[in-house]
């Protein structure tokens, strides 16, 4: 993985995102700030990006507008959504008013791992999103290794079980364990197969 610097522009970004890197996100409304008190976490979003073939970038996550096309089923949806990467970046730091970092993902991956980001994506796609209490009580029950049923979900498991299936994370923790939170570089991730996860770089709108 080439050295970039701690900031970029969004144009570099996206051209610099590859499938597996994770985009992060802080911002600074009320339920921003109770995600992160909960959590205990710098962050309170994070998406992963899909870069396949000669479709333009993705962004792969969960939330509650639904203000952006969501590629895999042509709709306007709430919940887990696979949006243009570019829109869903330019709605989050300007609507949502939330800074955003790139997390690049130095790790080969492969046509396996790329087949199962879409099986993935064919399982969760529109799985909606928690309320505020939902979500609480799935990541606490995640805290103490215990699974969450699978009719909700919410931005950090979506990512987290995308990285289950690609092999870059274990099975013996449950989806809903993980926060925005742990994909950021304070947290020990511990991926598999030698994948490392880069420096974050803040993005320019």
Not at 9 to 28: I, S
Not at 161 to 178: H, Q, S
Request: charged letters at 25%.
């Amino acid at each position: 993985m080439s050295t970039h610097p701690t900031q970029i522009g969004l144009d570099e970004a996206v051209e610099l995102t590859r499938t597996g890197d994770l985009w992060l996100f802080r911002g600074h409304s009320a339920a921003d700030h109770a995600i992160r008190a909960l959590t205990n976490a710098p962050v309170n979003h994070v998406g992963m990006a899909v870069v396949l073939d000669d479709l333009p970038p993705l962004m792969w996550h969960a939330e509650l507008g639904k203000g952006l096309r969501d590629v895999w089923t042509d709709s306007h949806q709430r919940g887990v959504q696979l949006h243009d990467l570019r829109e869903a970046v330019v709605q989050w730091t300007g609507r949502y008013e939330q800074d955003a970092w790139l997390r690049q993902l130095d790790a080969e991956v492969t046509p396996v791992m790329e087949d199962a980001v879409l099986r993935t994506i064919s399982r969760l796609d529109g799985t909606p999103f928690p309320s505020t209490a939902s979500l609480a009580g799935r990541w606490l029950r995640g805290r103490v290794r215990r699974a969450a049923p699978a009719e909700l979900t919410y931005c950090a498991e979506v990512v987290a079980a995308t990285y289950t299936a690609m092999g870059l994370l274990d099975e013996k923790r449950p989806t809903n364990y993980y926060d925005p939170g742990r994909f950021w570089s304070g947290d020990d991730l511990d991926l598999l197969g030698g994948a490392a996860l880069g420096q974050e770089i803040s993005v320019r709108p």
